[in-house]
């Protein structure tokens, strides 16, 4: 089946990096799938990005949710060509034995579990329909570890390993960008 398709499913879209870079799409005549946990923030980005006249889906939640990663399957079915995982948390700035089980969690299910389980479910998509590409939003520190930023590091090092999933369907690519 032909690449057709221009849909991309930018996680973290109603601000910051992840809104740039929808906008880009969009400006490049990319219907747009926003992501955000913040509604207010998402209808201000679908605002912003509609001038470039394409259609943008929302789905408002967060990624530890279960229910959220299976609204932005859903809504990608027979449309998707790009996944960019930006979604992440910040680093907590705290030595290892300073951080609680909470805290640790939250990392490891913000920033690197919630990726793999959309990643999991998109890439089949992408398989079935013999296109796509995927790309995982990274930070240095997945690279070149940081005092206080053990689990941090641990969790964008992982987001880099995704990288490696099989690279056996054609027009299918899976990008890093640190």
Same mark, same amino acid.
């Given at each position: 089946?032909?690449?057709?398709?221009?849909?991309?499913?930018?996680?973290?879209? $109603? &601000?910051?990096?992840?809104?740039?870079?929808? =906008?880009?799409? +969009?400006e490049n005549? !990319?219907?747009?799938? #926003?992501?955000?946990?913040?509604?207010?923030?998402?209808?201000?980005?679908?605002?912003?990005?509609?001038?470039?006249?394409?259609?943008?889906?929302?789905?408002?939640?967060?990624?530890?949710?279960?229910?959220?990663?299976?609204?932005?399957?859903?809504? $990608? &079915?027979?449309?998707?060509?790009v996944l960019? =995982?930006?979604? +992440?948390?910040?680093? !907590?700035?705290?030595? #290892?034995?300073?951080?609680?089980?909470?805290?640790?969690?939250?990392?490891?299910?913000?920033?690197?579990?919630?990726?793999?389980?959309?990643?999991?479910?998109?890439?089949?998509?992408?398989?079935?329909?013999?296109?796509?590409?995927?790309?995982?939003?990274?930070?240095?520190?997945?690279?070149?570890?940081?005092?206080?930023?053990?689990?941090?590091?641990?969790?964008?090092?992982?987001?880099?390993?995704?990288?490696s999933l099989?690279?056996?369907?054609?027009?299918?690519?899976?990008?890093?960008?640190?």
């Open positions: 089946m032909p690449d057709t398709n221009k849909c991309v499913l930018v996680t973290a879209s $109603s &601000k910051g990096l992840g809104k740039s870079i929808a =906008n880009v799409f +969009a005549g !990319y219907d747009i799938i #926003l992501h955000g946990r913040d509604i207010n923030k998402v209808k201000e980005t679908k605002q912003f990005i509609q001038k470039n006249k394409v259609k943008t889906y929302e789905v408002i939640g967060d990624l530890r949710d279960k229910e959220v990663i299976q609204s932005l399957v859903d809504i $990608s &079915k027979n449309k998707i060509t960019v =995982n930006n979604a +992440a948390i910040p680093c !907590y700035g705290l030595p #290892l034995e300073k951080m609680n089980n909470d805290k640790i969690m939250e990392s490891l299910e913000s920033n690197l579990i919630s990726a793999i389980l959309l990643t999991h479910k998109i890439y089949s998509l992408m398989k079935e329909q013999g296109f796509g590409s995927i790309i995982n939003i990274n930070s240095i520190v997945g690279k070149e570890p940081k005092k206080f930023r053990s689990i941090h590091s641990a969790t964008k090092w992982g987001l880099r390993l995704l990288r099989e690279y056996v369907v054609s027009k299918l690519e899976i990008l890093g960008v640190s």
